[in-house]
């Protein structure tokens, strides 16, 4: 189990502190939900899945390690029918798919928090969590190969006002080790698109307006690392 699940997955497992319960959906293998038990993270797992062949593997993966007793296997689209939890992983999808499985679970702006980890497009879920009132309470930066990927742990607060570079790289971030790599990645993606876009004559002028200020945001930030 240690072998497979890799520093990406290992960073969202080991963010989960001793909690009631945990759901760790979209869970694939199940090598959080395994984790999570293995670690005494939590006393009740509920691993779900929109699919079934990655449910049924996962299912295979618990069997094995001798974890059917601790974690429960959900068929299901996102977290429709997941009773609320105490922690909520949502690992490996992109940020938008994030975005939409959380605005569809109103109990998640209740008394639980959330281990985020975008694949793609990460900017689209902090706007997300900002604007609907979670605070981002910690940020992780982890490298697994060439790839370099956050880990987003967010509890709902109310709280609403951020500045525009938070939508790339959030204030939690910017004490972790890896953060001027990451921030320079993503400043380096912001401009080749905004150079395409402004070629291209995609944008509007507001549409421009906002991409120079969110570019020059977050140039300052690099600056700053």
């Known amino acids: 189990m240690g072998k497979s699940i890799g520093a990406r997955l290992l960073c969202v497992a080991e963010s989960i502190p001793p909690c009631e319960t945990l759901v760790d959906c979209g869970c694939d293998h199940g090598y959080v939900s395994i984790y999570a038990a293995q670690h005494g993270k939590a006393k009740r797992i509920t691993a779900s899945d929109i699919n079934r062949g990655p449910l ?40 938008e798919l994030i975005a939409d499985i959380i605005s569809r679970a109103p109990w998640t702006k209740g008394e639980c928090t959330l281990v ?5 497009r ?41 500045l525009p570079y938070e939508k790339y790289i959030s204030r939690a971030a910017l004490s972790d080790s890896q953060a001027r790599e990451y921030a320079e990645k993503v400043l380096s993606r912001l401009r080749f698109e905004f150079e395409r876009k402004c070629a291209s004559g995609a944008f509007s002028g507001e549409e421009k307006i906002d991409g120079e200020r969110d570019i020059s945001s977050l140039d300052e930030v690099v600056s700053s690392l």
């Open 122 to 162: 990460a900017e689209v879920l902090r706007e997300y969590l900002y604007r609907e009132g979670f605070e981002i309470r910690s940020e992780k930066i982890v490298t697994e190969g060439r790839h370099i990927y956050c880990v987003i742990i967010a509890q709902y607060t109310g709280k609403k006002d951020y």
């Open 116 to 120: 985020l980890q975008p694949m793609t």
């Open 56 to 95: 049924e593997n996962a299912g295979r993966e618990i069997l094995a390690a001798g974890l059917s007793g601790k974690i429960k296997t959900v068929l299901t689209d996102g977290l429709r029918g997941i009773e609320p939890h105490d922690w909520v992983v949502i690992a490996g999808m992109g940020g």
